[in-house]
């Protein structure tokens, strides 16, 4: 990642299939004190790739995606609690989708769709994941235009995770292909009750 014109930060997944860029927050946010992020981002080529952002807890290697499946959802990289919004174009369901998973209090894993969403090429968009208890809400804002946000998809589930499992935030973009993926990281709140 690096700073670019105007205030954003700027990353690329690099040219080698299956490369990825990340940004991860420390392990000490929970559900059960509502914990919630939201993320404005675009990227500038949207075929052969994957993203993700939610919370998760710690990864076995933090460049890589906590949800190993989307079709038949399943988490992996060590991930066992997961609320993040996904999207994997080498999967059979290339749309985005809500899927999380916690062993703490066994919520096996699940998606639902966000509807028939795809990001469109260098369009921002802001996508926001609120945990609640056990509960989590994804909904996806196109924000490209000054002044103006459309609601663009949105789904939930109200067993999701374990709310005093502790997790944290997470945002990973990568490459399905040998063309490089570059993203325009406007800005990531996090937020949570004291």
Same mark, same amino acid.
């Given at each position: 990642? @690096?700073? %670019?014109? !105007? !205030? ?5 997944? &690099? ?5 990825? /860029? ?13 914990? !919630? *992020? @939201? ?8 075929? &052969? ?26 988490? &992996? ?7 993040? =919004? /996904? ?9 985005? +989708? ?9 919520? @096996? ?12 090429? &260098?369009?921002?968009?802001? %996508? =926001? ?6 509960? +989590? ?9 000054? !002044?103006? +946000? ?6 939930? /589930? #109200? ?9 944290? #935030? /997470?945002?990973? =973009? ?17 937020? *949570?009750?004291?």
């Amino acid at each position: 990642w @690096a700073v %670019a014109h !105007g !205030g954003t930060v700027q990353g690329s997944t &690099g040219g080698t299939d299956n490369g990825y /860029h990340a940004i991860n927050g420390d392990v000490l946010w929970s559900g059960d004190k509502n914990c !919630g *992020m @939201a993320v404005r981002f675009k990227i500038d080529v949207v075929t &052969g790739f994957t993203f993700e952002l939610g919370f998760t807890d710690a990864l076995s290697d933090e460049t890589q995606p906590a949800v190993t499946d989307i079709d038949t959802p399943a988490t &992996g990289n060590g991930a066992t609690d997961v609320a993040v =919004i /996904h999207l994997d174009t080498d999967q059979t369901l290339t749309t985005a +989708a809500l899927v999380s998973e916690s062993t703490g209090q066994p919520y @096996a894993a699940k998606k639902t769709n966000l509807g028939t969403w795809t990001p469109s090429a &260098g369009t921002y968009y802001t %996508a =926001i994941d609120q945990l609640g208890t056990d509960a +989590a809400i994804a909904k996806v804002y196109d924000t490209n235009t000054t !002044g103006a +946000a459309t609601l663009v998809a949105s789904g939930s /589930h #109200p067993s999701a995770l374990n709310g005093t499992t502790l997790v944290r #935030p /997470h945002f990973l =973009i990568g490459t399905r292909n040998t063309t490089a993926k570059v993203t325009d990281l406007d800005f990531i709140r996090v937020w *949570m009750d004291r």
